[in-house]
């Protein structure tokens, strides 16, 4: 009669077999996921040919299309409640890299500090003394009358007075693949999200750039650099850092020879 017990000599082919099992399966480990932080750049989106953007609302992002392709998007955050970015079918008429808001600022004293912050020059009458110092906004690109995208601070829901803000290295990626003139549609939902390839990884900021809100560490340091935090529009967001009013401004650079500020016919500054 078979004994039903294997003997020692006749385990060891069997632990070797679990072994060599064990291996190749702690060997098998799925790549890490990449990160998605809502951006995306494909080479395309350098293609000297006729651009399209496209923003969506619910979303919180805008895209950019090339030959009919997503080949940019980005987070944004676009007009609060009272100042909402309305939909329809516009053009840029204005690239300005170094735009100042005409209407919104600090008004500032003569060595720069500011006096009164929050402003909107239509309302608030300057303090003896004092002058309107324009909240910064570069890479502009007008669309629809006072409204533009432009690099600026993103809490995470709709804070601006009605522009679109991007973080900074994807507003300057929009502003030099945007060619003047282009169309710039704005929707409900352009269902941008849906059109991200899987795969593709995001786009890295510049070390020690900030301007998507990543938890308190991040509005720490904004409030360090001396940005005030306000109250948000939306019931239950945390505060939000105003990007308008630094607490000393700096002089303005001087735009370099050859810097151009280009208008559609028929349009201005505003």
């Known amino acids: 009669m078979t004994s039903p017990f294997l003997s020692p000599v006749q385990r060891i082919p069997l632990i070797l077999l679990a072994a060599a099992c064990l291996s190749q399966c702690a060997s098998e480990v799925a790549p890490p996921a990449k990160s998605n932080d809502g951006t995306y750049w494909s080479a395309e989106a350098e293609a000297e040919v006729p651009a399209k953007i496209v923003i969506s609302i619910e979303e919180q992002h805008v895209g950019l299309f090339k030959n009919g392709t997503l080949v940019g998007l980005s987070p944004i955050s676009s007009g609060r409640e009272g100042h909402g ?4 079918s516009f053009s ?18 003569s060595e720069g500090s500011v006096v009164q912050e929050d402003v ?6 300057a303090p003896a003394g004092s002058k309107f110092m324009g909240a910064s906004m570069n890479w502009f690109m007008r669309f629809n009358g006072a409204i533009g ?53 995001s786009v890295p900021a510049p070390a ?21 935090p306000v109250t948000p529009d ?10 308008l009013a630094p607490a000393r401004l700096a002089p303005t650079p001087k ?6 500020t280009l208008y559609l016919p028929g349009y201005g500054p505003q």
């Not at 970015?85 to 329809?88: K, L």
């Not at 829901?157 to 060619?179: D, N, Q, V, W």
């Open 85 to 88: 970015t309305h939909p329809g």
């Open 92 to 109: 840029v008429t204005e690239k300005d890299q170094e735009h100042r808001s005409s209407w919104y600022g600090a008004f500032v004293d």
């Open 120 to 125: 909107d020059v239509r309302k608030d009458s």
């Open 149 to 201: 995208m432009h690099q600026g601070y993103l809490p995470g829901y709709p804070a601006s007075h009605g522009c679109i803000r991007l973080p900074g290295h994807m507003a300057e990626l929009f502003y030099k693949a945007t060619p003047f003139g282009s169309p710039v549609q704005v929707k409900k939902n352009g269902e941008l999200l849906a059109q991200r390839p899987h795969n593709a990884p």
């Open 208 to 228: 020690g750039a900030h301007g998507v809100a990543s938890g308190t560490s991040s509005l720490g340091r904004q409030i360090a650099s001396g940005l005030r």
């Open 234 to 243: 939306v019931p239950g967001a945390p505060p939000a850092p105003m990007t």
């Open 255 to 260: 735009k370099p020879q050859g810097t151009q």
